[in-house]
């Protein structure tokens, strides 16, 4: 069984940044690639970006790249996610996701509770 725990969320202004960790335990965490998603309030979870299990590969959605970096502290068992440029659009609860098969993990997968990110404007 995987854990995985997200911290980091809160209140941030618009254009400010702030910093997600991701802390995985309970299995192997270099088997596992990662991937953040959010929900916000009245929509669907989507995908925000992904970090395959080397920390080789990286992938985004369209409007978060340029401005969110995901990466990786395997010694940690943390992956992370920074926002900076924060739009009030980007509100909603993030969830990470670890996978040991896909590198945009599955509803069927390993999940965190998730942690609120609210951007004022």
């Known amino acids: 069984q995987v854990q995985l725990v997200e911290s980091g969320g809160g209140l941030a202004q618009a254009g400010g940044s702030l910093r997600l960790s991701c802390a995985v335990s309970g299995r192997t965490f270099t088997n596992y690639a990662v991937g953040w998603f959010r929900q916000a309030p009245g929509k669907e979870r989507r995908f925000v970006g992904a970090?395959?299990?080397?920390?080789?590969?990286?992938r985004y959605e369209d409007s978060v790249e340029g401005r969110f970096t995901i990466s990786r502290d395997n010694a940690k068992n943390t992956v992370y996610l920074q926002m900076n440029s924060l739009k009030p659009e980007d509100t909603a609860v993030y969830f990470c996701a670890a996978s040991e098969s896909r590198m945009i993990p599955a509803e069927t997968d390993y999940w965190g509770q998730g942690t609120q990110v609210t951007v004022s404007s």
């Open positions: 970090i395959t299990s080397t920390g080789l590969y990286k």
